[in-house]
């Protein structure tokens, strides 16, 4: 049964919408909680914070900014709760992909936090830049904190678990 908030119109429109199709809205509202509220024609669709972009992001605004036209892949039409779910980094590539090309070479960056099992080291000069772990044991008697510069080796690439192993050169055999 149909949502009894939309009207004829939004419930005529929602039925001509597919997954997966490509759709082009303008972002209307950037909701403290995450959700990105995108206008596709005179009906409101939602983009959800994973959504936006295959790196981490604090803050939508990070990524799309109220009154900017976006292209999206429609994930859902839901008629009988009226929400319609986009994607954003479902029309782009997956960066982790091309990092996999870059296993075996050395990089230079900060240390981002330091945790109980390791290190992680932002390895890409860019905000948000993708971070790898530096396990605890490749560590071993450093005294490591957060701001560090570390150079380390790219040693695994894990795209479906979205993780980056890395390992400290002079560590390694």
Known sequence: MPNPALNERELAYLRTLRRGQRITGRVIEIADFGVTFVDIGGFTAMINIPELSWRRIDHPADVVAVGQEVTAEILDVDVERGRVPLSLKALQEDPLIDLR?????????????????GAFVRIEDVKNGFEGLVPRSELADRDVRHGDVLTVEIVRVDVTRRRIELALPTRRA
Do not use: C, D
Not at 101 to 117: A, C, E, L, Y
């Open 101 to 117: 090309q870059r296993i075996g070479r050395t990089v230079t960056g900060p240390v981002t936090k330091v945790v109980p099992i």
